[in-house]
């Protein structure tokens, strides 16, 4: 029953240049999550957005969430190579807030 | 900082053994949670714990057991070890400002 799923699997890019990761899902969320992890570690929260906002910040991270479209999109600017990991999407169970329902993954290696 | 740790990074185990996978939380935290996770399927949700001795089946439970006697301590047992159940394992706990889960290194279970 996975919920989430990333595009694209894997995304290859230079130290510098910003990175672009989506994820759809498919039933009703109270909200969705962007996790990382490192190789061979345990997932790190990066970032919650609320199902009634649009877009949310932090540091150089952006994440988008359209609603009626059932996507989010995680974009991280000016890449460093320290960046090379594993990215996740999480969504909420709709009512049961407490599960989370996890996507595949973007491994994004960048270049240095 | 809130702290997941897990007993093992790294365990191998023979076919037919009883397996116990250990993971405590420091942060007073309700709810744990445990994942196995493979390549190209992301994380699965085995089992979680809202409370003291109580507990709910995910989406994979079959083959596995859990106990939660304390709140910081949450249990993964496999009762007869399989080569299906070699795998990552991943402990989180649910807390924090944006009630994100807080994860585990995670034991990376082998057995043959």
């Known amino acids: 029953s996975q919920q989430g799923e990333e595009d694209p699997q894997a995304l290859s890019i230079q130290e510098g240049e910003n990175a672009t990761m989506n994820c759809s899902y498919k039933?009703?969320?109270?909200?969705l999550q962007w996790y990382r992890q490192n190789s061979g570690r345990g997932l790190v929260h990066l970032i919650l957005?609320?199902?009634?906002?649009r877009e949310k910040h932090s540091g150089r991270l952006r994440v988008t969430l359209d609603t009626s479209k059932k996507s989010s999109s995680l974009l991280i600017t000016a890449s460093r190579a320290a960046d090379t990991a594993s990215y996740f999407c999480?969504?909420?169970?709709?009512?049961?807030?407490?599960?989370?329902?996890f996507g595949t993954g973007t491994l994004l290696a960048v270049q240095p | 900082d809130v702290k997941v740790t897990q007993s093992s990074r790294y365990l191998v185990k023979r076919t037919g053994e009883k397996v116990f996978l250990e993971c405590v939380q420091d942060m007073d935290h309700e709810n744990m949670f445990w994942y196995r996770q493979d390549p190209g399927l992301g994380l699965r949700l085995i089992y979680f714990s809202y409370d003291v001795k109580m507990k709910e089946k995910g989406d994979i439970p079959e083959g596995y057991s859990v106990s939660r006697e304390k709140k910081e301590r949450f249990s993964l047992i496999l009762e007869s070890a399989s080569t299906n159940q070699t795998s990552m394992y991943l402990c989180?706990?649910?807390?924090?400002?944006?009630?994100?889960?807080?994860f585990g290194p995670g034991t990376r279970l082998t057995v043959t």
């Open positions: 957005i609320r199902s009634n906002e």
């Open positions: 989180a706990s649910l807390g924090g400002f944006f009630y994100e889960q807080y």
């Open positions: 999480a969504t909420d169970w709709g009512g049961a807030t407490n599960k989370l329902i």
């Open positions: 039933t009703s969320i109270n909200n």
